[in-house]
């Protein structure tokens, strides 16, 4: 007891009003951060929100170790009001930043599907807003923490404000293009969340699950993994959008290579079926769109006829390939062909004349990423 007196208690009324109510801020953020991380983030955004909520408890650590050495250390050297101060600046900051988004993004955003559930995404309004909320309140922050460490004197005879801008302009090759190109696919309204687009240069087919400030988040359809892309390299290369447009709707298509000497109509009875099956086998196809049918190109070995139909979703874009392909197998025996690569075969007779000869069907698949 005379330990509590002595040594605990005059060092807890020493302790400024300052400290006592970050700490109390803190306390009241440790309880509530995991509904704090959570009411921002969207349907499946799981990784995100854990993300927020370590960033909570890193602040929620630093102000309780602050609050510790402030009891401990008692003495006028240790600038414990100063980090206070300069903790609840940030974790302030911190938290109307994600209070702007959440209400920019719930006045100006609008609801899209992305992988089976309905989100809010961006528009070019409310990314432009955020962007201007994210400048105000920075400035505001440094601002307060420039006068809580009395540094007003120090920005005119030292140049503080030059030194900053001097590391922007260092640092500025690393974010600022990215940091632009964002805004400008935002603001062009061309790629979106939830689009399924594809990018020859990196082999890439995915669905768009976030446009962020310097990248974008892309799901692979083939593999199930995720991948950040620049947002300035989707400016520079060439991006397939697979999306309902104003032409009209999305179309596919799978090639096969069927052998000469197959009759014209027991192809397009063929390719018929095989569009009849698929669209019934899964989802995807739209089943009431007519096929499209055509003989592309009459090769050295075998022509190539093309089975184009219509995609309900884009992202189905495999699953509705790889039916196809599963209903051609089936079918080939029914309408007596053979699924099979063709080749010819050049036959010299005793007088010196060549013959060719080729087998019966090749199936091919359209470019494909699988």
Same mark, same amino acid.
């Given at each position: 007891m005379d330990f509590w007196n002595v040594h605990i208690l005059p060092r807890l009324s020493a302790v400024e009003v300052i400290e006592w109510f970050t700490f109390a801020v803190n306390i009241l953020v440790y309880l509530f951060s995991k509904n704090?991380?959570?009411?921002?983030?969207?349907?499946?955004?799981?990784?995100?929100?854990?993300?927020?909520?370590?960033?909570?408890h890193g602040f929620n650590l630093i102000v309780f170790i602050t609050f510790i050495l402030s009891v401990a250390i008692h003495s006028t050297r240790f600038p414990?009001?100063?980090?206070?101060?300069?903790?609840?600046?940030?974790?302030?900051?911190?938290? *109307?930043t994600n209070l702007a988004e959440v209400l920019l993004?719930?006045?100006?955003?609008?609801?899209?599907? *992305?992988?089976?559930f309905t989100r809010r995404v961006e528009t070019a309004t409310s990314r432009t807003l955020e962007l201007l909320a994210h400048f105000i309140i920075l400035v505001g922050a440094v601002v307060v923490l420039v006068n809580v460490w009395g540094l007003t004197s120090s920005l005119q005879t030292t140049g503080v404000l030059g030194f900053l801008a001097l590391l922007v302009f260092i640092t500025k090759d690393y974010w600022m293009r990215d940091f632009l190109s964002g805004i400008l696919?935002?603001?062009?309204?061309?790629?979106?969340?939830?689009? *399924?687009i594809a990018i020859p240069?990196?082999? *890439?087919?995915g669905i768009v699950l976030d446009i962020r400030a310097r990248q974008t988040h892309v799901r692979d359809l083939v593999h199930g993994h995720d991948m950040m892309l620049p947002n300035a390299f989707l400016l520079t290369h060439r991006v397939d959008l697979y999306k309902q447009?104003?032409?009209?709707?999305?179309?596919?298509?799978?090639?096969?290579?069927?052998?000469?000497?197959?009759?014209v109509t027991t192809v397009h009875d063929f390719l018929q079926a095989v569009h009849q099956q698929a669209a019934t086998a899964g989802e995807g196809m739209d089943a009431n769109q007519d096929t499209?049918?055509?003989?592309?190109?009459?090769?050295?070995?075998?022509?190539?006829?093309?089975?184009g139909y219509v995609l309900n979703t884009p992202e189905k874009l495999l699953a509705v390939r790889d039916a196809v392909n599963l209903a051609a197998y089936e079918l080939q025996e029914k309408f007596g062909l053979d699924i099979s690569t063709p080749t010819t075969h050049r036959v010299e007779s005793r007088s010196g004349n060549l013959?060719?000869?080729?087998?019966?069907?090749?199936?091919?698949?359209?470019?494909d990423k699988s």
């Open positions: 704090i991380a959570s009411r921002y983030g969207a349907i499946q955004e799981e990784a995100r929100m854990n993300s927020r909520l370590r960033i909570l414990a009001e100063q980090i206070s101060q300069t903790c609840l600046t940030l974790l302030c900051a911190y938290l *109307v993004l719930k006045r100006y955003g609008k609801a899209t599907p *992305v992988m089976g696919l935002i603001s062009s309204e061309r790629i979106e969340r939830g689009d *399924v240069a990196e082999d *890439v087919l447009n104003t032409g009209g709707p999305f179309k596919d298509y799978v090639d096969f290579k069927i052998a000469y000497g197959t009759p499209h049918i055509a003989l592309k190109e009459n090769g050295d070995h075998a022509a190539r006829w093309r089975l013959a060719s000869t080729s087998s019966s069907v090749e199936r091919t698949k359209s470019p």
